[in-house]
């Protein structure tokens, strides 16, 4: 077992050596236990993290006594988290699977940064990766959720994926082992419960080689997938100009699959499936559509997708330039330079640069978002226009408008940033000092 683990460990690559410093997740259960033993006996500094959930009362607590009365005798430090996963859950609206796992990766993973450890390695096992299988085929899954378990995921180690539970349960008898027994394993409240008491054992009715089967099914798609993979990624940076958050849709409209490629684009940035479905029946509808996830918006622009973040509630909507400051990063990365005016002063036509006669402006200088009835006179105009309008005349899109930021001389608009720049402040013959504003 121990040869077969480290095998394993060198072949997926979980470790970069031997002196690897890693948190384990340790219930006290068999699986914990003996994933805990066996990377102790290969020699790697561990440190064992237990989480209380407080869900089986006075079991919970003989739980982490017993884990933190193992760990001692093995002479591993020993860290524990106390959580109200029933009130979390209840206060998120999720069930309570989905907070224990939420708040324990969380946990483990703000030991991880304190302790400058590798990574995390949890005890998921063949038969885990099987449940998994069969509980995303029951909810509806793509290419990605046949795959099973992953081996690493991030910071997040599986070393136990090579060997099945009873192989576990018999190396902890070999070996002597004490361990836990989890009594909610052997419920049927939770889901993954169902699948492993009753499910398995009437597929194995069917075919007894049930496990055999569907771990070969799983390194069959896992194959499938890294072709699914390259070729959408190359898909994607076809249709997806990630800098401007735009989603061209004629591009996309030529692809063999657009629905699955804006799905796989859009699940990233927070929308479900059933919403990527409405955004592509939006295809041929007028612009201005919107649709919401939690952090982002998709707007219907034409012949675009726009991607734009949320604005988070209580953003501050005026910052402050001085006239001794030489670069604000917020909101936007500004530079800001003064220069002596003479006849032959040389002006580099870009519009990430602004040129103001520098006599003419009063400090602070205001940097915010355009509001309603806002105008300005247009660099080379003589009359004042309306904002509004001058958005429209120049086929400014919504989330352009919304993100576009003004530069201010008190309450006078001095420069649409990054556009255009207002006519009275331009530079003359009287001029004396230029300052000099410069957008990245």
Not at 131 to 145: P, S
Not at 311 to 317: F, R, V
Request: net charge positive.
């Amino acid at each position: 077992m121990i040869e077969k683990i480290k095998k394993y460990i060198r072949e997926q690559n979980l470790l970069d050596s031997s002196s690897s410093k890693i948190i384990v997740g340790l219930s006290g259960g068999s699986d914990s236990v003996v994933l805990l033993f066996l990377l102790y006996r290969l020699g790697y500094d561990c440190l064992a993290a237990h989480c209380n959930f407080h869900l089986r009362g006075e079991e919970s607590l003989r739980d982490e006594h017993f884990a933190q009365e193992l760990v001692a005798s093995w002479d591993i430090p020993f860290y524990k988290q106390d959580f109200n996963t029933k009130k979390i859950a209840h206060k998120k609206g999720i069930s309570i699977e989905m907070a224990a796992r939420d708040l324990r990766y969380a946990w483990f993973e703000q030991l991880r940064t304190e302790h400058q450890a590798d990574v995390i390695a949890v005890a998921h096992h063949q038969d885990d990766s099987i449940e998994t299988l069969l509980l995303n085929l029951i909810r509806g899954t793509g290419v990605k959720g046949l795959t099973g378990i992953q081996a690493k995921n991030g910071r997040i180690i599986r070393p136990l994926l090579c060997v099945s539970k009873n192989e576990i349960l018999q190396f902890a008898d070999q070996e002597r082992i004490p361990y836990r027994l989890d009594s909610s394993n052997l419920q049927e409240e939770y889901t993954r419960n169902k699948i492993r008491l009753k499910l398995i054992p009437l597929l194995k009715s069917i075919n007894p080689s049930i496990e055999t089967a569907l771990l070969r099914t799983m390194e069959n798609m896992n194959e499938t997938a890294n072709i699914y993979e390259q070729h959408l990624s190359e898909a994607i940076k076809k249709v997806f100009d990630s800098d401007k958050g735009t989603i061209y849709i004629p591009d996309l409209q030529k692809l063999p699959s657009p629905q699955s490629v804006l799905f796989e684009l859009l699940k990233n940035y927070g929308f479900s499936r059933d919403l990527v479905q409405a955004i592509f029946r939006s295809l041929e509808s007028q612009s201005g559509k919107e649709f919401h996830s939690s952090r982002y918006t998709v707007i219907k622009d034409r012949d675009r997708f726009l991607l734009i973040p949320r604005k988070p509630i209580g953003e501050k909507n005026v910052y402050m330039l001085q006239e001794d400051d030489r670069e604000i990063h917020t909101p936007i990365f500004l530079t800001l330079a003064f220069e002596d005016f003479h006849e032959n002063y040389e002006i580099i036509k870009d519009k990430k640069r602004a040129y103001f006669d520098a006599g003419l402006l009063h400090f602070p200088l205001k940097i915010r978002k355009w509001e309603k009835g806002d105008k300005f006179v247009p660099f080379g105009m003589n009359k004042f226009q309306k904002l509004s309008d001058y958005f429209n005349n120049h086929k400014f899109s919504k989330p352009e408008k919304d993100n576009t930021w003004l530069l201010c001389s008190d309450e006078e608009i001095i420069w649409i940033i990054g556009n255009r720049t207002d006519n009275r402040y331009r530079l003359t013959k009287g001029c004396q000092k230029v300052c000099i504003l410069k957008l990245f």
